[in-house]
């Protein structure tokens, strides 16, 4: 079956612009993560969903982070005023009800 | 609190030859661990995972991962690696009891020679 899919792959913006990045999780999976990867580092937690509920943002770096799952299916995370150190590969998983989370190729954010 | 330490940047490793990428954890409650790998542009796919049970737990590729209570560790090995195996690995924690975010090491390259 088709696993997580995310879009753009690839996204370059200028300092200031908003940029939005969707998430396509596997078919049924309750639980969907957000996660910030920066270059040479392992992925950083950014924020959790179950179904359609917003149960964690702490890991959100700003308030110019924003994310939502308004049908408990697709997500989007959109940046607001993007700035120089949002440049990272975002990742988003998703998990049925088991242990490990699925990961999708990412969103490689380069902002200029 | 959670945290996950991989004291390796890189491990060079000729194939056929065993290897080992250590990982060391930190958690409060019980520990769920996992191992995933990356290669070049694509997502992290999923190794393993320890959650109970036996101490010695097989995964993907032939790779395996021995829990280690006492030392707080979860080291990934392989008998033979092959070159294929080049990668980025990362090991991965979570509090079972309470958790639900995976806390990632910084990962360890892994480069397999001919």
């Known amino acids: 079956g088709a696993g997580v899919s995310q879009s753009p792959r690839y996204k370059v913006a200028k300092r200031g612009q908003d940029v939005a990045l969707r998430c396509d999780p596997i078919?049924?999976?309750?639980?969907l993560f957000w996660y910030q990867q920066a270059l040479g580092q392992g992925p950083e937690f950014l924020t959790y969903?179950?179904?359609?509920?917003?149960?964690?943002k702490s890991g959100l770096p700003s308030d110019r982070f924003f994310a939502e799952r308004p049908e408990g299916s697709v997500s989007t995370l959109k940046i607001q005023r993007t700035q120089q150190e949002d440049s990272a590969v975002y990742l988003c998983?998703?998990?049925?009800?088991?242990?490990?989370?699925?990961f999708g190729p990412g969103t490689r954010l380069t902002v200029l | 609190a959670q945290s996950v330490a991989q004291p390796e940047d890189q491990v060079n490793v000729a194939e056929g030859n065993p290897l080992t990428v250590k990982c060391t954890y930190s958690?409060?409650?019980?520990?769920?661990l996992f191992w995933y790998v990356q290669y070049p542009n694509r997502g992290l796919q999923f190794l393993l995972k320890?959650?109970?049970?036996?101490?010695l737990v097989k995964g993907s590729y032939g790779f395996e991962a021995e829990f280690n209570k006492s030392q707080t560790s979860f080291h990934l090995k392989k008998p033979s690696a092959l070159v294929s195996d080049s990668a980025l690995y990362f090991c991965?924690?979570?509090?079972?009891?309470?958790?639900?975010?995976?806390?990632f090491g910084k990962g360890t390259s892994l480069l397999v020679t001919p």
């Open positions: 998983a998703s998990r049925p009800p088991g242990n490990e989370q699925f």
């Open positions: 078919s049924g999976h309750v639980s």
């Open positions: 969903f179950q179904n359609e509920a917003q149960l964690d």
């Open positions: 958690v409060s409650g019980n520990p769920y």
């Open positions: 320890y959650i109970t049970g036996d101490n």
């Open positions: 991965a924690v979570r509090d079972g009891n309470s958790g639900y975010a995976l806390n």
